[in-house]
């Protein structure tokens, strides 16, 4: 089989159009046949890389098809706004910019002293096109896995692209992993070549080189290694390029995204150009104001996501599908952050909660060092009241002067913390929760929630233009069907999904039903709205099933509260572990004069622990009495990945946690 074919387990007729996927990996998962997909096809003679037609004009938002048993929603489908691609991948991308819109600035980089310089199509496809053919000078041939290990830059992006120009399988591996989870990532995707950051990862990488024979090439961006590859390249002809990218199609696999890893050893999901297409031309194709900007300030975005995980890599693919200019932030220090964000002012973001949460409670705690931490708390219930409005019903007169008096005292200052021009939000990794979005909805910054996984390329499901619904994570994408199984499990189908796991001997058959992990329900206009993780379900010794994210994710957003996590299986009645966010720390200590009490004894702070209870008292308000929080500790030290506690995409390592904190955990049941 040609390495540019596309990936076909055996006994399995294709890949493509199946729901599929989780957060992380898992064994054991289910597969529910319930026929095909319904045919769709692209218009006769469409460009590869074309979606010029579907960008002109918003397109009409198509209603969900429901599907009711029993009364209730337990099936919702959006038809696809796009057709599938019949031939092109990824790597025409640049090209086809370069040959549509030669001048148009696609990207732009930030020099040494911090001022950023657009790079136009014809400029960027010209760098593809020159490390391509340097990958191809070091021996590189079609199908080689290519790993790619740094923080979110433009030669993560450029290489990236180079490396499916030139037919190759990229493979991300987060900045932060561990030489182990390297050596694992590189050994079973069989690289042959990696590319790191600097100096720190590429010992990293060195260390491990004895295990890994087949690992042929170690570069590193900070030493000159694009540049050198681009030497190298020199005698390589250019249609060699174009002919490697001929050679593949939509069904040939893309990169290999290995999962984080919370239930065991991580998985590498096969990701086909196919996946990414379906995916990115139907968010841009749904998102028009979004990726198509109908101020006068033309649509951008500054990444600061890493590329290693699919949220930032399929916003970055789609950035450049619709030629929506792409700065990139390797640093996500506050102070480093918000400068980026102040030179390059975007108009759109895509964030984890827990920056929409930063954002928020450094704002606040400003306010409370001014002394005007009321005013401030006024101006966010207005805020709220207003957003909880976008759901149909209009702002009586005096609300909205409240908002017109509050906007430049506060709002415009959140705004500005993002670079002044944000309009909108992509929100996905773990749920936002309704305060916030009602928030930043009053603040006057539209917030697009989505339920994304590895193995769906991104977002599956996201909040439709126009008609918001907060708390939920929106209406399937288009071209994605969501089921609801009889115990609560979230099912997913589209053609943005996984062809399977790599070495695993096993596909997923076209048209079929994924079971994904994750408990959730569809409302009566059905919007589906997550609960839980299925594996994550507690069962006390009385017999009551609890959902430990919606209070975990509640007292996440406390300006104290770290990490969080619920414990009570097989337990007479539920309680948390508690860490704290060590800036909101600073402030709690400054405010209550606290500062030189060691953090051992402040954990057990009577002050401190009233302050958590308030948090505990609210959350507990989101559930019954059997679900509440009876009891929680305060840990010293936070959960990090570092610890063996966190994985790469921050999600808990729950029984490496119970593990580690397991005599805290008794005494919370002793007294």
Known sequence: MHPCASFVAPGWDGPGGPGSGKRGAGAGRTVLPLGRLPAVTAEPGRGACTVEAEQQQPPQLVEPVKTLIDGVVRQVEVPALVGPSAHGTLGDIPFDNALQAPHEPVLARKDRDGVWHDVSAAAFAAEVLAVAKGLIAEGLRPGDRLAIMARTTYEWTLLDFAGWAAGLVTVPIYPTSSAHQARWIIEDSGAVACAVEDTAQARVISGERVALPGLAHLWEFDTGALARLVKAGERIPDALVHERRERCAPDSVATLIYTSGTTGRPKGCVLTHGNFLAEADNSVALLHPVFRSVSKDPASTLLFLPLSH?????????????RV??????????DDLLADLAGFRPTFLLAIPYVLEKVYNTARATAEKMGRAASFDRAARIARSYGELVEGRSPGLGLRAARALYDPLVYRRIRAALGGRVRYVLSGGSPLGRRLAAFYTGAGIEVFEGYGLTETTGASTVTPPLRPRLGTVGWPLPGTA????????????????????????AGLPQGSWFATGDIGELDVDGYLSITGRKKDIII?????????APLEDWLRAHPLVGQCMVVGDNRPYVTALITLEPEGLVHW?????????PLTELVH???????????????????????SIRRFAVLPADFTEERGHLTPSMKLKRSAVARDHEREIEELYRR
């Open 310 to 322: 699919v949220f930032g890599r399929t916003v970055a693919i789609g950035c450049l599908r619709a």
């Open 325 to 334: 200019k792409l700065g990139h932030a390797p640093s996500i220090r506050t």
């Open 482 to 505: 969501v089921r609801i199984a009889d115990d609560g499990e979230v099912l997913l189908r589209g053609r943005h999904v996984f062809a399977g796991y790599w070495n695993s001997g």
């Open 540 to 548: 006390t010794s009385g017999g009551k099933n609890v959902a430990p």
């Open 589 to 597: 200590r400054q405010m209550h004069k606290k500062q030189r009490m």
């Open 605 to 627: 702070d009577d002050d401190l622990r009233a302050e958590l209870q308030k948090a505990v008292d609210e959350a507990n308000k989101l559930v019954s009495r059997a679900e």
